[in-house]
């Protein structure tokens, strides 16, 4: 492995359409162990593409991801590399509208051995480091916008992983929630020294990252 760094692209493309569309044309990067980094650019640069591919969500059409220097084709079952490595949250939140608060952060703890008093304890000390201990009980529909990114948040450390992965997650929050979503970021990262990659495309979220990426066209122009 490079040493200090937990993800790699190298020569990363993604096409679609039998090589009509190409979202990705070449990606080289290296995201370090506990970076808190950002990845910008307009619609149709390629961010949410490049984000996948990071999570094993997608493969590419040549090149690879490496995490901690193996290759995600070759090294992982991409399940399992999803479930313990990698937490991931939405634009959507994609939180499961008939359970409530509490049941919807234990659902990435089934498959993992853990007891249901231990999921529920671990479901509620996650909502208690997001602020949503009050929320327990509630539904989904019955929450804010701002109140369900930080659920989705708690559930994306269900099963406490190495790297956090948010494709525009505060795509769907006002000003105000935005920053309270960003900054509860921050304090995760500090606290479990986690390495965070935010897609967005708001210039005062990328600003926010200690270092942002640039794409445009499918290729890394900046950081």
Do not use: W
Request: charged share 25%; net charge neutral.
């Amino acid at each position: 492995m490079t040493d200090g760094l937990v993800l790699e692209a190298r020569s990363l493309k993604r096409e679609y359409d039998q090589g009509r569309i190409q979202a990705l044309r070449g990606v080289d990067l290296g995201i370090a162990r506990g970076e808190f980094v950002t990845i910008s650019g307009p619609s149709g640069s390629g961010k949410s593409t490049l984000l996948q591919l990071l999570g094993g969500l997608d493969q590419p059409s040549s090149g690879e991801v490496l995490y901690r220097g193996s290759s995600l084709a070759g090294s992982f079952d991409l399940d399992t590399y999803r479930s313990r490595h990698v937490g991931f949250i939405f634009q959507a939140f994609y939180l499961l509208p008939a359970l409530r608060v509490l049941d919807n952060v234990q659902i990435p703890m089934l498959e993992g051995g853990r007891g249901g008093r231990e999921r529920r304890q671990r479901a509620e000390a996650l909502l208690e480091e997001v602020g949503m201990t009050h929320r327990l009980r509630q539904y989904p529909n019955q929450l804010s916008a701002g109140e369900r990114q930080r659920v989705a948040i708690a559930r994306s450390l269900a099963n406490d992983p190495e790297i956090l992965l948010g494709d525009e997650p505060t795509g769907n929050l006002d000003s105000e929630n935005s920053a309270k979503v960003m900054a509860l970021l921050a304090g995760i990262q500090s606290r479990r020294n986690m390495t965070i990659v935010l897609v967005t495309h708001e210039a005062d979220i990328a600003r926010m990252g200690r270092r942002n990426i640039h794409l445009r066209d499918g290729r890394v122009v900046e950081g």
